[in-house]
C-alpha cells in the first residue's frame, strides 16, 4: 500500500543502498505505490518496516548472490549473507509482482540460490560502453558478469576507459568485470623469456586492476603459437 516502509540496517554498502531505492523506483513506476526508505537504527525500526533487506553473515545459502524470501501477511523480509544477494532478493520480488500484476507475494520462506554462478554479457547500448543505466538493465536482465575489451592499459576496443572507475561502479549494482584480452602475446610457453613476458602482460594487468574478476583468453582472437605440426 502506499506509504509503506522500506527498511535496512546501516551499513554504508552502496549495493544494500541501492537495492532500497531500486525497488522504491520499481513500486512507484510499475505498481503506482508511493514508498519510503528508511536506515533503521534498531531492531524496533527493521519489525515496523513492511519491506525488510536484511544482511547476516550466518545466512543459510552456499553463495554471495543467494538470498531468503520470507512472506508473512505483515512483512516481506530479504535475506542474505552479501549485498549482491540483497539486490538479486529485490530483483526476485519485482520479477514475482510482474508476473502476478500486483504488489504482493505468496506468504511462506523459501531459499533462492542462483543456478549459474556467473553469466556474463558485453554491452547492449555499443561496444565497451557501460553507462550506470546499462549496468542496471544487466543487472535485471539476470546477469552477473560484464564483459570488456582490454587492448593496454586503460585502454578498450572503444579507445579510452578509467577500466577501475567502471569496475567500482559494477561493483555497486552487484556486477563484476571479466576482461576479454585483445592484447598481443604472440609467445610460445616453451621460450625461455615466456614467463617474464606474461608476466609483463597478465601479471601489470592484475596488479593495475586487483579487484577484476578474470581473463579470458580466446584463441581465435590471439592466435598462440603452437608447435604442433597438426596445427
Given at each position: 500500500?502506499d506509504g ?8 554504508g554498502?552502496?549495493?544494500?543502498v541501492h537495492?532500497l531505492?531500486d525497488?522504491?523506483?520499481y ?6 505505490l508511493s514508498?519510503r ?5 534498531s ?6 518496516a ?7 553473515p550466518?545466512c543459510?545459502v552456499?553463495?554471495?548472490k ?5 512472506v508473512?501477511p ?6 542474505a ?5 540483497l539486490?538479486q ?8 509482482m510482474?508476473?502476478r500484476?500486483l ?24 561496444i ?13 536482465a539476470g546477469?552477473?558478469?560484464i ?9 578498450t576496443a572503444r ?10 561502479r559494477?561493483?555497486?549494482y552487484g556486477?563484476?568485470?571479466a ?7 604472440y ?9 617474464a ?13 586487483p ?21
Amino acid at each position: 500500500a502506499d506509504g509503506a516502509v522500506l527498511a535496512a540496517m546501516p551499513g554504508g554498502d552502496a549495493r544494500i543502498v541501492h537495492a532500497l531505492a531500486d525497488f522504491q523506483d520499481y513500486l512507484l513506476n510499475s505498481m503506482a505505490l508511493s514508498a519510503r526508505i528508511v536506515h533503521a537504527a534498531s531492531e524496533r525500526e527493521l519489525e515496523a518496516a513492511q519491506v525488510v533487506f536484511r544482511l547476516d553473515p550466518a545466512c543459510p545459502v552456499k553463495g554471495d548472490k543467494d538470498f531468503v524470501l520470507a512472506v508473512t501477511p505483515r512483512q516481506i523480509v530479504i535475506l542474505a549473507r552479501s549485498p549482491k544477494g540483497l539486490l538479486q532478493g529485490g530483483i526476485y520480488c519485482e520479477d514475482r509482482m510482474n508476473f502476478r500484476g500486483l504488489p504482493a507475494l505468496p506468504a511462506g520462506t523459501a531459499k533462492h540460490e542462483l543456478r549459474l554462478r556467473r553469466r556474463s554479457v558485453h554491452s547492449g547500448c555499443g561496444i565497451d560502453d557501460y553507462p550506470d543505466w546499462q549496468l542496471n538493465a544487466i543487472l535485471h536482465a539476470g546477469f552477473t558478469s560484464i564483459e570488456l575489451f582490454i587492448k593496454a592499459e586503460d585502454t578498450t576496443a572503444r579507445g579510452y576507459c578509467n577500466i577501475n572507475d567502471l569496475i567500482d561502479r559494477a561493483e555497486a549494482y552487484g556486477l563484476e568485470v571479466a576482461f576479454y584480452n585483445y592484447m598481443s602475446s604472440y609467445k610460445h610457453p616453451d621460450d625461455l623469456d615466456a614467463e617474464a613476458f606474461f608476466d609483463r602482460i597478465y601479471g601489470d594487468i592484475f596488479r593495475k586492476y586487483p579487484k577484476v574478476a578474470s581473463i579470458q583468453l580466446v584463441g581465435e582472437s590471439l592466435e598462440f603459437p603452437s608447435k604442433d605440426p597438426a596445427t
